[in-house]
């Protein structure tokens, strides 16, 4: 049998728990929880087995409670660093691509990094760039191509028949 968890809580067990279901974040809900099980006098590798993470993480996540408490544990989540990073494309920029991408002008990812690097000097990785497309909803789209042979007319046609 393990030593038991010896730590002072700022929270009841029934705070945790009212913290844990009102929670949306799912990594911040995996360790309410956690620590909820924690607070009512469970051991560590107990609620290790039963929430599914492993005990070192959860030290881990211990040793941030001891340092700053559940808000320092709940702000150490994925992608919390990130947020309000600056754009390397500005306002204006943005809007420029935007207004190209939607003409047609490029049919790859590729392309557009080219434009941009070509235009303002900025570097994208490719993942980067796909990501500026996404956040500002632009979708590369070329025409397939047609046979010399087509006769729009007659497949106007055929596709009110159908």
């Not at 390397?88 to 080219?114: H, I, S």
């Amino acid at each position: 049998m393990g030593r038991r968890l010896q730590l002072d809580w700022s929270e009841t067990a029934e705070e945790l728990r009212q913290q844990y279901r009102a929670e949306k974040h799912a990594q911040r809900r995996e360790r309410l929880l956690t620590f909820w099980h924690l607070c009512e006098g469970k051991q560590v590798k107990d609620v290790s087995q039963m929430i599914g993470t492993d005990v070192r993480v959860i030290q881990t996540w211990l040793s941030w409670y001891r340092q700053g408490g559940l808000a320092e544990v709940l702000k150490r989540v994925t992608g919390h660093g990130t947020v309000g990073a600056a754009p390397l494309l500005n306002q204006q920029q943005q809007k420029a691509l935007v207004a190209r991408v939607k003409l047609g002008d490029f049919a790859t990812v590729w392309e557009v990094m080219a434009w941009v690097k070509d235009r303002w000097g900025i570097v994208y990785s490719y993942e980067g760039m796909r990501s500026v497309m996404k956040r500002n909803d632009l979708r590369l789209k070329v025409p397939r191509p047609r046979s010399e042979k087509a006769d729009p007319q007659a497949q106007a046609v055929w596709q009110k028949k159908a």
